[in-house]
């Protein structure tokens, strides 16, 4: 079973056929999808009617493209701004997590960090609905007490970004702790010794090592944002995020506009991920 | 001085940590505990009892639900766990170089791309006017149109497609680290390919396992798009009846009920999980 142990040509053939028939698994869906958003036809299905751009240009009725479809534009927005804000909180949280845990001994520390783990293994659908449970009734007493609204603890963007920095927090803290274990703390002691405050060592030695990693979390953060689905379901308001919009389109009949976005998210979502990896090999260099 | 200091800076690392957990974990699962045991008896007046409990297990719909969606997800992860071995032995032991990077690669690419993209394009295959269908009468297998969309076999395909990544990347992390001296020896001692399987694998193999089963598992009970685009009207998944109670309903109390369930069952099978494996949450989630 491994290279130096002689094997029957059979077995290994067949070896080989079930590896290749599994990749074939693996890319069938997402490659028709990028197929059908060329199919110059209303439904994203076969006969095959020709080429055409139109799904990405076009703007005559019915062939309006992703470019100018306004709701698809809206919700790549609203997802834009829900990423960068999830990303940002949650890799600065993280970042304070990493600390904490990797450098600090302190009592509860094993509870604390399962405590921290947690989120990994609660259901999206839960972690939503415990939000948007939570948010409204501090709502509620909120504005019996005062007689103001607070918008904000209602279903809505805000909702959105704190459901889905609930669980993303994790990933970072998971991927910041995990450089930060390497760093030679000897560094930050010479640094001291030379005269350096605390938190400048810690500003110009221990984060710029940090920084492929906190870069990494924060494109995955990003990826994870752009295509959670089932914590952002529970807590939309008004304006919907792009999973969300595409959603309801799949849901009344689709059109290949939306094979066209989602060849867009492929491709940036494939560009993404191969940038982190990069992040990562760059890591593993040094 | 030095030490009050650090003792600051301590509070300030714990601060946010506690802030995000008390906030947005803790009192949250609270909160749903405390609805989920409260039961309308009027306009804003409330009881506090088992009653949301009941009507689960008195209405067959609600639990039959909740144990289908318990069983198709154990299958999900036996299924991935027998689909995603073999490729991650083989990318993780018989791949050298540059070709495990890639095939490693071509499998995170789909992990990349959006759930709802990923179903969207299982929709394209299976349905009546779809790729296979069109592709069998195009053959001779079949003479008309046939949907392959909105049955079980279609949602374990989607789930099963979803959630293989992730099945797939700690079994190649954890096969990785086996010294194929390991492997080797056990053959010279006369194992056959089986025995080795058995005994020197599995065992190395089991954090990754067991970190793979439990993501999977609650990613399959948790799911809510794969079943609903691919299984039709008649296929219910319990995060379904979760959403309707909470959206069109308007039951938060009943659905707070359904999501405690949930959460109940999902805790309870991975701490057997990793009771019977003898492993730990830091071990398998925090690698």
Same mark, same amino acid.
């Given at each position: /079973? ?108 094993? /509870? ?133 919009? /595409? ?40 | ?15 946010? $940590? ?6 947005? !974990?803790? $009192? ?23 009653? +949301?409990?009941?009507?689960?297990? +008195? ?11 318990? *069983? ?9 766990? $027998? ?7 083989? *990318? ?9 990077? &890639?095939?490693?690669?071509?499998? @995170? %690419? ?25 592709? @069998?009468?195009? !053959?001779?297998? %079949? ?7 909105? +049955? ?11 959630? !293989? ?17 390991? %492997? ?12 080795? @399987? ?13 970190? =793979? ?15 609903? #685009? ?5 296929? #219910?998944?319990?995060?379904? #009846?979760?959403? &309707?109670?909470? %959206? ?6 009943? =659905? ?6 949930? $959460? ?18 830091? +071990?398998?989630?925090?690698?």
């Amino acid at each position: /079973m491994i290279p130096t142990v002689p094997q029957s040509s059979v077995l290994k053939w067949s070896y080989r056929a079930y590896v290749t028939l599994f990749f074939v698994y693996l890319a069938l869906p997402l490659s028709v999808v990028c197929v059908f958003a060329f199919n110059n036809s209303l439904f994203p299905s076969l006969p095959w009617e020709g080429f055409t751009l139109a799904w990405f240009f076009g703007t005559e009725a019915p062939f309006i493209g992703v470019f100018h479809e306004r709701s698809i534009l809206r919700a790549i927005g609203t997802s834009a701004f829900v990423a960068v804000w999830v990303a940002g909180l949650s890799v600065a949280v993280g970042t304070c997590n990493a600390f904490l845990f990797v450098r600090h001994d302190f009592r509860g520390k094993g /509870m604390l960090y399962i405590l921290m783990l947690l989120p990994l293994i609660i259901p999206g659908v839960i972690l939503g609905i415990s939000i948007l449970v939570f948010a409204s009734s501090v709502a509620n007493t909120l504005e019996d007490a005062t007689g103001l609204w607070f918008d904000g603890l209602r279903p809505g963007l805000i909702l959105v970004i704190l459901g889905q920095f609930s669980f993303i927090t994790t990933f970072a803290t998971l991927v910041i702790s995990a450089r930060l274990q390497k760093f030679d703390q000897s560094l930050e002691e010479a640094a001291l010794n030379l005269g350096a405050t605390r938190w400048g060592a810690v500003r110009q030695i221990t984060l710029p090592f940090l920084l492929p990693a906190i870069t990494g979390a924060g494109v995955v953060a990003v990826l994870m944002s752009f295509e959670n689905f089932n914590t952002t379901l529970m807590l939309v308001g008004s304006d919907s995020p792009l999973t969300i919009t /595409m959603f309801d389109k799949l849901k009344h009949g689709s059109t290949p506009v939306l094979n066209a976005v989602s060849l867009l998210l492929i491709i940036l979502s494939a560009t993404l991920g191969v940038l982190s990896l990069i992040f990562q090999r760059s890591k593993n260099e040094k | 001085m030095r030490s009050d200091q650090s003792k600051l800076g301590f509070y300030l690392l714990l601060s946010p $940590l506690l802030l995000w957990l008390v906030t947005l !974990i803790i $009192l949250p699962h609270m909160g749903l505990f405390a609805v989920s045991i409260s039961e309308k008896v009027g306009v804003r007046e409330y009881e506090t009892g088992f009653g +949301n409990y009941a009507v689960f297990f +008195n209405e067959p719909l609600y639990w039959r639900t909740f144990a289908r969606t318990a *069983i198709m997800s154990i299958m999900t992860t036996v299924l991935t766990l $027998l689909l995603g071995f073999p490729i991650a032995y083989y *990318i993780a032991k018989l791949m050298r170089g540059r070709a495990k990077t &890639t095939l490693f690669l071509m499998c @995170l %690419i789909p992990f990349w791309v959006s759930e709802l993209v990923r179903t969207f394009g299982w929709m394209i295959l299976l349905r009546e006017t779809g790729v296979l269908s069109n592709f @069998l009468q195009f !053959i001779g297998v %079949i003479d008309g149109p046939v949907e392959f969309l909105y +049955n079980d076999a279609a949602i374990m395909v989607g789930l099963v497609y979803t959630s !293989i990544l992730f099945m797939i990347v700690p079994l190649v992390t954890t096969l990785d680290s086996l010294d194929d001296s390991l %492997i080797e020896a056990g053959y010279d001692l006369g194992g056959s390919g089986f025995s080795i @399987l058995r005994e020197i694998v599995i065992p190395h193999a089991m954090p990754g396992i067991v970190s =793979g089963c439990i993501v999977v598992f609650m990613l399959s009970l948790g799911n809510y798009l794969t079943p609903i #685009l691919l299984g039709g009207k008649d296929s #219910l998944w319990f995060t379904g #009846l979760i959403y &309707t109670q909470f %959206i069109t309903r308007f039951n938060w109390e009943l =659905g707070s009920a359904f999501g405690f369930l949930l $959460l109940a069952l999902s805790s309870t099978i991975v701490f057997l999980g990793l009771k019977l494996s003898r492993q730990s949450l830091t +071990n398998t989630m925090g690698r």
